[in-house]
């Protein structure tokens, strides 16, 4: 074994599983779900199978109904063809000894017309358009383009009071899917991130306005949910960007005036509601700085549960984070593409295999199910 990064190889308790390391595999778009209806096949079932010797694994963005989509070819969890889907999906990584949450993702106004039903316009907190952001389109049988975001019209109070129940509808469809737990998806400038926003939420009814307001959904959607599934079984993701990037690849939400006051606000709300985890999906532009060393702490003072960090982590970052007490669980996310065995590897001190970035989105099985673990590999011969 590696003994350098022996700390990401404890066990460590997540709500009522004990976990056999603290290497996660973070919610990854692979846009490889079959046509028509957004259903998880087969291919994904071997893909995170192959994966299962994560700590845990949490899906792919799956959207909870219709509206929610914002790239082609991306799963749901609203229909019956997509529950069976992801059945077969979560007993293959059972029968491998695995344990995988459910992303419960809805895009809001990260959308376009011809992805949302009868051509409406997407919904979102208030009517404005995304920007400094793409979605991707179908323009035939697996051919796709980029295309700008449309229009969004402003969800009603009534309407976002059934999103909640929504929310609850897909937790239920998870578990009756046969996932451990889910996922909240409120991060990278999506529905819940835009509610939060101070830049995308200008209401005037009790979801806007005030810090307090702009967190009402986040903590109904987290209330819903948990009384479905268990708050042991819940966690939340956020992204709380301190500073921007121009490259135009990037898109992972917006820098709020006090991005620590509203992170750390969230996450006191989510430590009230006894969740299991909080996601922190740090910048993983070329180069992007670190989270402030004052938002590592003041966020585990602020939360007892299981802290979980992403973004371009490295097994030394990782551990370092490990030893300072800041996290808990670290999420790898390319490597895991490229590197179905990487806890194995990482314990080893095997070398990794490179994503190929041509076959990240979308295609065929190529760059999906076909990367090679060690084993398998000439290095190993």
Same mark, same amino acid.
């Given at each position: 074994m590696d003994t350098q990064h022996a700390p990401l190889f404890e066990t460590v308790r997540l709500g009522p599983f004990t976990l056999p390391n603290r290497i996660v595999m973070p919610p990854l778009t692979r846009s490889r779900s079959s046509q028509p209806g957004n259903v998880p096949n087969d291919w994904m079932a071997r893909y995170y199978a192959q994966r299962a010797g994560a700590g845990f694994m949490i899906t792919e963005g799956t959207q909870i109904e219709p509206r929610g989509q914002g790239y082609a070819w991306t799963p749901g969890i609203h229909s019956q063809a997509q529950i069976e889907g992801w059945k077969a999906v979560t007993d293959a990584v059972h029968a491998k000894g695995g344990v995988i949450f459910c992303q419960l993702w809805h895009v809001g106004r990260v959308s376009h017309r011809s992805l949302q039903p009868g051509g409406e316009a997407p919904i979102a907190p208030s009517a404005i358009r995304a920007e400094a952001v793409k979605v991707f389109v179908e323009t035939g049988?697996?051919?796709?383009? @980029?295309?700008?975001?449309?229009?969004?019209?402003?969800?009603?109070?009534? %309407?976002? %009071?059934?999103? !909640?129940?929504? *929310?609850?509808? $897909?937790?239920?469809?998870?578990? #009756?899917?046969?996932?451990?737990?889910?996922?909240?998806?409120? #991060?990278?400038? *999506? @529905?819940?991130?835009?509610?939060?926003?101070?830049?995308?939420?200008?209401?005037? &009814?009790? *979801?806007?306005?005030?810090?307090a307001n702009r967190l009402r959904f986040l903590e109904e959607i987290v209330e819903a949910v948990a009384g479905v599934v268990g708050a042991e079984r819940l966690g939340v993701r956020f992204s709380p960007l301190f500073e921007s990037t121009d490259e135009d690849r990037v898109y992972l939400g917006l820098v709020e005036g006090d991005p620590q006051a509203t992170y750390i606000a969230a996450i006191e709300r989510l %430590?009230? #509601?006894? !969740?299991?985890? !909080?996601?922190?999906? %740090?910048?993983?532009?070329?180069? $992007?700085? &670190?989270?402030?060393?004052?938002?590592?702490?003041?966020?585990?003072a602020a939360f007892s549960g299981r802290l979980l960090y992403a973004g371009r982590y490295t097994p030394e970052k990782a551990t370092w984070m490990r030893e300072q007490g800041h996290g808990d669980l670290f999420a790898f996310g390319r490597p895991f593409i490229a590197n179905p065995d990487l806890p194995a590897r990482l314990r080893r001190g095997w070398p990794l295999n490179e994503v190929d970035p041509a076959t990240m989105y979308g295609g065929t099985d190529v760059g999906y199910i076909d990367y090679p673990t060690y084993e398998e590999s000439p290095l190993a011969s």
């Open positions: 049988p697996g051919e796709g383009e @980029l295309a700008e975001p449309s229009e969004p019209r402003a969800l009603t109070t009534a %309407e976002v %009071e059934e999103l !909640v129940a929504l *929310y609850a509808q $897909a937790a239920r469809n998870a578990m #009756a899917a046969g996932f451990d737990g889910v996922e909240l998806h409120c #991060a990278n400038g *999506y @529905l819940v991130n835009q509610f939060i926003s101070e830049h995308t939420n200008v209401r005037t &009814d009790r *979801y806007g306005g005030s810090l %430590e009230q #509601a006894g !969740v299991a985890y !909080v996601s922190i999906a %740090e910048a993983d532009w070329d180069r $992007a700085p &670190d989270l402030p060393d004052a938002f590592y702490r003041e966020a585990r």
